[in-house]
Nanobody, 123 residues
């Protein structure tokens, strides 16, 4: 069992940056592919970014490519999502997740989820 806890959310203005963190306990996060998803009220949870458990393979949603960067610090059992040039449409609850798959953009492949952290981009 893996417990995931997100942090770093908040209220920022358009164009600002924010870094989300996801720290795992109960198991080594490096043994899993790590993903970030986001959800707004009334919409499905959507894929944002993922990083494989080995080789550092990454995947991004088209909407965040070039602005967001996912990375992991295995020594800290933590995965990060650096978000730059934030837009109002990035406003959502952001969830981190862990998957046994090598790399995946599909929600169904993720076995463990955090509780989410709110990101609000507004002027």
């Amino acid at each position: 069992q893996v417990q995931l806890v997100e942090s770093g959310g908040g209220l920022v203005q358009p164009g600002d940056s924010l870094r989300l963190s996801c720290t795992a306990s109960g198991h080594t996060y490096s043994a899993y592919t790590a993903g970030w998803f986001r959800q707004t009220p009334g919409k499905e949870r959507e894929f944002v970014a993922a990083i494989s458990r080995s080789l550092g393979i990454t995947r991004y949603a088209d909407s965040v490519k070039g602005r967001f960067t996912i990375s992991r610090d295995n020594a800290k059992n933590t995965v990060y999502l650096q978000m730059n040039s934030l837009k109002p449409e990035d406003t959502a609850v952001y969830y981190c997740a862990a998957a046994r798959a090598l790399i995946s953009m599909l929600r169904r492949d993720y076995d463990y989820w955090g509780q989410g952290t709110q990101v609000t981009v507004s002027s």
